[in-house]
């Protein structure tokens, strides 16, 4: 099982969790900076996981950056919804378990209002998907629906969302010919269909895993471009204005 970094930046800018890879499992890692003009510092485990040879990936901040959800395999049979407290200056309390997002799914992207969510799953080709789910209050079930099926192609992977909410723009990973790519996609109003609109300048690079800042300036993905080490890495772009 091999995940990418699949890095999660924190709404400040200052706080970088993401999974690091090793050859026996995967655990979640966290990097801090003081400002967002400095470099993130040496990377630290987090206290989520208990076994030294399990999988934690997907990592996803809640609608008010108080937690951190993402996905727990033990490696044999047990797949987790686990979420984790963030408590400040980059350090987090022991995770707990969570089972209330769509079976079978991880990488998730919850909306501000914590009602609406994009999610990777994978298809019975083996292919990730990508998927959609609202719900009518904080307290009810997911509800999953076909608002991102005009972007799922048959025999191409497509996940690892994260979105816009601001500018109504979705970001994801989509496998085209000659590599992954990050693509993006709008849709006219909330409650329609997300229709395609290219990718975001990322070609044929293998990169992938991206994660949007909250003011659409900085973009966070993986790649396995050169600049990098021999395995997928993490990089940031910015731009100065919208």
């Not at 010919?177 to 975001?200: H, Q």
């Amino acid at each position: 099982m091999r995940h990418r970094p699949e890095a999660a930046l924190h709404p400040d800018g200052l706080v970088l969790v993401f999974t690091r890879q090793d050859s026996m499992n995967s655990d979640l890692f966290v990097s801090t900076r003081a400002t967002t003009a400095n470099d993130f510092g040496n990377p630290v485990p987090l206290p989520a996981g208990t076994n030294p040879i399990t999988f934690e990936y997907g990592p996803v901040w809640s609608h008010d950056s108080a937690q951190l959800t993402f996905r727990y395999d033990d490696g044999v049979a047990t797949t987790e919804v686990r979420v984790i407290d963030y408590l400040g200056n980059g350090t987090f309390s022991t995770s707990y378990t969570l089972a209330t997002m769509p079976g079978g799914s991880h990488s998730w992207e919850i909306t501000p209002s914590g009602l609406e969510m994009f999610f990777t799953t994978v298809n019975p080709s083996l292919d990730n998907d990508l998927g959609h789910a609202t719900r009518a209050t904080l307290a009810d079930p997911w509800v999953e629906d076909d608002d991102v099926l005009d972007l799922v192609f048959v025999g191409r992977g497509e996940g690892f969302p994260t979105y816009d909410a601001a500018r109504g723009v979705l970001y994801y990973e989509s496998d085209e010919p000659g590599g992954s790519v990050i693509m993006e996609a709008r849709r006219p109003s909330p409650g329609a269909r997300f229709e395609k609109t290219g990718p975001t300048g990322f070609l044929a690079d293998q990169d992938g895993d991206p994660d949007i800042s909250v003011d659409g300036l900085t973009l966070v993905f993986s790649s396995s471009r050169l600049g990098g080490g021999t395995e997928n890495d993490i990089f940031l772009t910015t731009r100065s204005c919208l």
